[in-house]
């Protein structure tokens, strides 16, 4: 259900910073029309600590409304470091419908190996969904050890992994040490070929927000084992993925679906959008694969 490309669905709000519903709606079709495997709304990519629980409810609500006619999964995201409040998050969308959960491992208090093991552990016994750890300890300042990660898998509904520790090393050892069956999902579009060309099952991409069909493409080229076909399609588009990192995300991507005309290039404290010298940046990335269509105008 999890495999090929799942996009980090960016949030949409309107210049009064309230959640632009119309816009959420409009992405969500662009994403299936072009066909992409999976959705992932509500993570971080979705500016989700900056939204409130009913906001993050409703943004999941319109997700799987929009999804469910195409029969495409909604991998949500409930993640923190509050256990009891994560799990709170997760058995709503399950209500809601979702069929998974993606959830970042708790940030900033830095539990033990031992502690990461229990909160996983007590979300997948309180949630009967699929669950995919979140594993990017440039952001939470704790990394989920490949051992921790081999417990983990023993637990029935803990599926899979998006690795985004950036160590490929230690994606390597985390595929050879978790059953075959276990998802490793790249949570960097950058390293989506490499991962995959040593058993990784796909990626949750922030690119596919702005080129969901391409990704999709490079995805399943990587699947069917034509990595020389998927390397077409990284070379295309590598200077636009690295544009898409030049600060931190999700600044530069709303800010290139902006000047696509996809959204309004409006971020919640404390995200701002990319300095001019950067957005210059972007904006030529965008034009020299011919994705610039027409600044947003208000509708």
């Known amino acids: 259900m999890f495999t090929g490309c799942g996009t980090a669905m960016v949030t949409p709000f309107r210049q009064d910073l309230s959640l632009d519903e119309n816009a959420l709606r409009r992405l969500v079709q662009r994403q299936i029309g072009a066909g992409i495997n999976f959705l992932v709304p509500c993570g971080t990519t979705g500016e989700s600590p900056t939204l409130s629980n009913a906001e993050q409810r409703r943004v999941v609500e319109i997700t799987i409304e929009e999804a469910r006619r195409a029969k495409v999964p909604v991998l ?3 993640g923190g470091n509050n256990t009891a409040h994560v799990i709170e998050m997760a058995l709503a969308f399950k209500a809601l419908g979702a069929d998974g959960i993606l959830s970042v491992s708790p940030y900033y208090n830095k539990p033990t190996q031992e502690g990461l093991y ?10 009967a969904l699929p669950i995919i750890v979140y594993n990017i300890p440039g952001r939470t300042g704790a990394n989920v050890e490949p051992v921790t990660l081999a417990k983990l898998a023993e637990i029935e509904n803990i599926v899979g992994v998006k690795e985004a520790s950036g160590n490929i090393s230690q994606m ?3 595929l050879a040490s978790v059953p075959e069956k276990f998802l490793v999902l790249s949570g960097d579009d950058g390293i989506t070929i490499p991962l995959m060309s040593i058993g990784g099952q796909g990626v949750i991409s922030v690119v596919s927000n702005e080129i969901p069909g391409e990704m999709t493409r490079l995805a ?4 069917a084992g034509d990595f020389a076909g998927a390397l077409q399609i990284h070379r295309k588009y590598l200077r636009f993925i690295e544009a898409n990192f030049l600060e931190t995300n999700p600044g530069p991507v709303k800010a290139a679906m902006a000047l696509m005309g996809l959204l309004e290039p409006v971020w919640r404290l404390p995200m701002v959008g ?3 010298e950067n957005l210059a940046k972007i904006r030529s990335a965008l034009e020299a694969v011919g994705l610039i269509q027409q600044v947003y105008a208000a509708r």
């Open 220 to 223: 399943q080229l990587c699947l």
């Open 118 to 127: 229990q909160h996983y552990k007590a979300i997948a016994a309180a949630v």
């Open 76 to 78: 949500a995201g409930a």
């Open 172 to 174: 390597a050892v985390v």
């Open 274 to 276: 990319p300095r001019p």
